[in-house]
């Protein structure tokens, strides 16, 4: 029998802990039929340029594209040819098992602002591949999508030793469905709604830097595989930031149009400026060409986007329209099957500065403080049956100084008056910023969900932690493309990091990442109107002697309030206990906010005198009363203004507007 003393136990024990460490790994030690991997075989998979918080070094992945393990010990890791840092050698007997991974970790190698990868053979000098990028933020990566595949034209999540590939790519639009693909382009603005025929419109394309054409080029990739198509209806710029439109003349929505092949009918603008040709030789020059019409803080991403949108010789000047506030019929994404799509607020008509006299609109370009392009942004509000969205690009909503030099002004204020509704789905202005999405409203949209495309790495704090408390108490699901200011509370977020794909099927059930739920018409809208309590209606105007003008006498009621009312089932009535019998409004009559409804009745009303009442569904609450005295033919006692102090013999105006 053989004995083991405690120096042999704990050499064996050594042996099987090295022999556990190294089969935990997909980089084993070379067993003696490896081959070593011909170009092709072996990728560059993902690296880390610049290390941060989380990704504390930088790193190469290689992959293994066959189905067998591979040898790649003694080959080497490198950056640009010729210079640089020194390549980085595998150690030797190192294999790469069939479809897995290996990972070089160093640090000095890899430039922040652009650089090569290589992987070179064991003689140092032949390339087996090599992926060249021009700029690299800390805690990202540069990757292929799916593994092996073709790079990712955005950074991407890190995913040092396993799969690139997202779990549940977002799929493509399902035909009879309303779509809103809120892509993942990180700090920026993209967004592809599809409507129910598959009519489309792209919102924004963020491009990081303003020389790169990386989030269109990925963003074209998107439209085609989800659309199937490379027509696009409309395209819209919200406002002129670079994080939502691009550079023309090298990415963005221009690339999008004069490079990648997208086409489209209609671009929907704001009315910034124009170019005006002052020496009439047909080219625009951004610095002393362009008219500013609504803008204060400008910049060379505005400048530039006015010398090509505003060009009748280039395709974006051929089919730019200025946004039209409150019309519902110049986006057409299925207004035959009822769905609309309204802009709701542009160049922010009607706001005024913290002072109440000067408008925010107009040209502020030379302002002592300007105000921010923020303030400009579009909102749009979609509605299909039940279902709500609102988008509002970077649309502010508080009265504030940057420390930059320009001001903020509350637009969301303003906004939410005019939908003064809950809706079911937001884009959460500004990424989340502290100057948006402010209380009034939260509270006045009410939201079931809102979509953050705030990326992790924004310099600029997004979300705000004040934002993402307001939604979260409001009960309202936060779902982010991916995470931003890592040191927020996210409470139960949802973090994506991918698409985050809102899927209605027929005005009222909807999907929010694959999340149900179920779209509720707001108490007070046209679709589910309220019971009026007392003093939400009155008798307005009422003609008791009728002559010439009028062929029968009438009563007239007036709804002062915001909401539709059901009126249905209510009563007019003259003196109680007494008089003609009271009647009754039909079942399901709906008055619209401001709006009118009249009975006309014969011989009802004393000429001498007499009592009108309204009386509720039960015949006898009293909503509002009036007692007249003598009147005169074709005159009639109303209220002035509207809903007013009561008067006698007036100008009848029956259904219209008392004076």
């Not at 922010?348 to 000067?358: C, N, R, S, W």
Request: overall charge negative; hydrophobic content about 35%.
């Amino acid at each position: 029998m053989k004995i083991f003393n405690s120096s042999m136990w704990s050499r064996a024990l050594t042996i099987a802990f090295v022999m556990v460490l190294l089969v935990s790994n997909t980089a084993l030690a070379s067993p003696a039929s490896s081959r070593l991997p011909v170009a092709g075989e072996v990728l560059i998979n993902e690296f880390v340029a610049v290390n941060g918080v989380v990704q504390t070094s930088e790193w190469v992945e290689l992959y293994n594209m066959t189905t067998e393990a591979l040898d790649i010990g003694l080959m080497w890791i490198d950056d640009i040819a010729g210079g640089g840092g020194s390549p980085k050698q595998i150690p030797a007997g190192t294999t790469i098992a069939a479809g897995g991974y290996y990972v070089m970790t160093f640090s000095s190698l890899l430039n922040n602002t652009g650089d090569d990868v290589r992987l070179l053979g064991t003689d140092g000098s032949t390339v087996l591949d090599a992926h060249t990028y021009t700029s690299a933020t800390s805690d990202m990566s540069w990757c292929r999508k799916p593994d092996g595949g073709t790079w990712s034209v955005i950074q991407c999540d890190p995913s040092q030793g396993s799969t690139n590939s997202p779990a549940l790519p977002p799929g493509t639009w399902t035909p009879g469905t309303l779509e809103i693909h809120v892509l993942n382009i990180g700090q920026g603005e993209s967004q592809l709604i599809i409507g129910p025929t598959g009519k489309t419109m792209l919102i924004g394309i963020s491009e990081e830097n303003w020389n790169t054409n990386q989030g269109a080029t990925w963003v074209a990739s998107e439209i085609r595989r989800i659309t199937g198509s490379s027509h696009l209806d409309y395209v819209m710029a919200t406002h002129w930031h670079l994080d939502h439109m691009g550079y023309a003349g090298y990415g963005g929505i221009w690339s999008l149009l004069e490079q990648q092949g997208i086409t489209a009918d209609v671009l929907i603008d704001r009315d910034g400026g124009t170019w005006v040709d002052a020496n009439s030789d047909g080219i625009c020059d951004p610095d002393l060409e362009v008219v500013w019409h609504n803008a204060g803080t400008v910049s060379g991403t505005a400048r530039n986007w006015v010398c090509w949108a505003t060009d009748p010789t280039t395709i974006g000047g051929q089919i730019r329209q200025v946004a039209q506030i409150n019309s519902s019929t110049q986006i057409d994404l299925g207004l035959a099957d009822g769905l609309t799509v309204k802009v709701v607020q542009v160049d922010a008509q009607g706001v005024m500065q913290a002072d109440g006299v000067t408008p925010v609109a107009g040209d502020h370009t030379l302002d002592a403080l300007p105000t921010s392009e923020n303030d400009y942004s579009i909102t749009i509000w979609l509605n299909w049956g039940k279902f709500d969205f609102v988008a509002g690009g970077d649309t502010d909503g508080e009265y504030t100084t940057s420390s930059f030099g320009y001001s903020y002004n509350d637009i969301e204020t303003n906004v939410a008056a005019r939908i003064d509704q809950e809706v079911e789905v937001i884009w959460v202005n500004h990424h989340g910023s502290s100057h948006s999405t402010n209380a009034n409203y939260v509270n006045t949209l009410n939201p079931d969900a809102a979509i953050f495309s705030a990326g992790s790495t924004n310099t600029f704090g997004h979300p705000d932690q004040g934002v993402l408390d307001r939604l979260y108490n409001n009960g309202t699901m936060r779902y982010l493309t991916q995470i931003g200011d890592p040191t927020r509370n996210y409470y139960d977020s949802v973090i994506v990091n991918g698409n985050v794909v809102v899927q209605v099927t027929d005005g009222i059930n909807y999907t929010v990442n694959g999340d149900s739920y179920v779209a509720t018409d707001p108490l007070g809208s046209a679709n589910n109107p309220r019971t009026p309590v007392v003093g939400d209606l009155v008798l307005n105007e009422f003609l008791p002697k009728p002559q010439t003008l009028f062929t029968t006498e009438w009563v007239e009621l007036y709804n002062p309030t915001n909401d539709y009312l059901n009126i249905g089932g209510m009563w007019i009535d003259d003196i109680l206990n007494g008089g003609g019998a009271p009647k009754q409004i039909s079942a399901n009559t709906v008055l619209a906010p401001g709006g009118y409804y009249v009975m006309d009745m014969n011989n009802y009303l004393n000429n001498t005198g007499d009592d009108v009442r309204l009386l509720g569904t039960n015949g006898s609450t009293v909503y509002d009363t009036k007692t007249y005295g003598s009147s005169s033919f074709d005159r009639s006692v109303c209220r002035l203004p509207n809903g007013g102090a009561w008067a006698s013999n007036c100008t009848a105006s029956k259904g219209t507007t008392n004076q």
